[in-house]
């Protein structure tokens, strides 16, 4: 964590061109500007009048200053979120924010070499629960297999939970089968089943995924595959940057957009939407979980986090499911799409499809996503 802040804080210094970083605990009589990382004064939610920066390391040893943001016109704060703030410091117990800077997203990666096929891919994403809350018989999921035959997508993205924690059976130990077992069944259906699509096939697990490792980051499943599945099938981590023909998707399972709505205060001179907000904040502070402490039912590994959880890249595509309403939203130039749940409840959900034109090396950068569409069903 104290890594994320002293990067972060030397790609803002560098881009606004900032002389230096003052420490928080030292009185000052002109505006000083300050480098550290948003917190709250007490265990509840944080508001505008609970707000406290914990310094760097380098420049305040750690220290925490509460933070006056009453002058601020313009403001998105969430605990964890690296800043940069500017303001008056007079007596070293209390800043008196007159300015935050933005923070600054990484580039998108540059292709080098030509795609094989030029011509437009198609992308489906779902994310579970795949049953019913009613049922175990996986009816939706068998549903969805039918799409992917009928559609024939390039590629099929599909995020757990595959076999849901918070499932009613589940909950209540009314399965009479093994939770791996459960999974492999699962599993065993989605493959088989579209072998005739010839679809490549990307497997996310949760942190709902009863049958799982369930800590933040997250390893990927491990299964044995049949020979003929080998090269279709992709078992990766959550979260996980995947490269689909030179373009960047990043992907993760967690409700990320429910935890840090929860938890983020702001306020605007003009209309932006919170989604665009949150999604901007992933982005800028290079994180697929930049929220800081996380839930409490949330376990993450500190020690894994810096290195499988951090953006490599501003991706293309950020695929970000959530039980919040579905959209897609194109934020500084990456899209962002929350394809909902492929059930809710005991009915039927939503899934999206992607049209992503590989792009061209040295030619200007221009969206690979040339249409997307999330479609309930």
């Known amino acids: 964590l104290c890594y994320k802040i002293e990067e972060l804080g030397e790609d803002l210094k560098a881009h606004y061109k900032i002389d230096e970083f003052s420490s928080v605990t030292v009185p000052a009589q002109e505006p000083v500007t300050v480098l550290g990382q948003i917190a709250c004064d007490s265990n509840g939610k944080l508001n505008p009048q609970s707000v406290i920066l914990e310094g760097d390391r380098e420049h305040s040893s750690g220290a ?40 600054v997203p990484l580039p998108f990666q540059k292709p080098t070499e030509a795609a094989t096929d030029p011509e437009p891919r198609l992308v489906l994403v779902a994310c579970g629960p795949y049953t019913t809350s009613d049922s175990i018989a996986y009816e939706p999921m068998v549903d969805l297999i039918e799409t992917i035959n009928k559609d024939k997508p390039d590629v099929c993205i599909l995020l757990g939970p595959f076999v849901d924690s918070k499932h009613k059976q589940v909950e209540e130990g009314r399965l009479i089968m093994l939770y791996d077992e459960v999974f492999k069944r699962c599993l065993k259906t989605i493959i088989e089943g579209t072998r005739s699509a010839g679809s490549h096939l990307v497997v996310v697990p949760s942190l709902r995924d009863v049958h799982h490792v369930c800590i933040y980051p997250q390893p990927p499943f491990v299964c044995e595959l049949a020979k003929e599945d080998r090269q279709r099938v992709l078992f990766v981590s959550d979260p996980c940057t995947l490269e689909i023909d030179g373009v960047i998707f990043g992907l993760t399972s967690v409700d990320l957009l429910f935890h840090m709505g929860a938890e983020e205060i702001s306020r605007s001179s003009n209309l932006q939407d919170r989604f665009s907000r949150i999604l901007k904040h992933i982005l800028t502070q290079r994180s697929y979980y930049p929220l800081y402490p996380p839930p409490e039912d949330m376990m993450v590994n ?44 005991q009915v039927g959900g939503s899934y999206a499809q992607l049209w992503v034109q590989p792009q061209v090396p040295g030619a200007q950068r221009k969206s690979p996503c040339i249409a997307a569409q999330v479609i309930k069903i």
């Not at 501003?314 to 579905?326: F, G, Q, R, V, W």
């Not at 990456?334 to 809710?344: D, H, S």
């Open 302 to 345: 500190y020690e894994h986090f810096y290195p499988y959880a951090s953006l490599p890249v501003t991706p293309d595509l950020l695929i970000t499911p959530s039980d919040l309403k579905y959209f897609v939203k194109d934020v500084l130039g990456c899209i962002c799409i929350n394809p909902c749940r492929l059930t809710k409840g």
């Open 64 to 103: 925490f200053i509460p933070i006056d943001i009453s002058e601020l016109t313009d403001y998105s704060l969430f605990p964890g979120q690296v800043v940069v703030m500017e303001g008056m410091n007079s007596t070293g117990k209390k800043l008196i924010a007159s300015k935050l800077y933005e923070g």
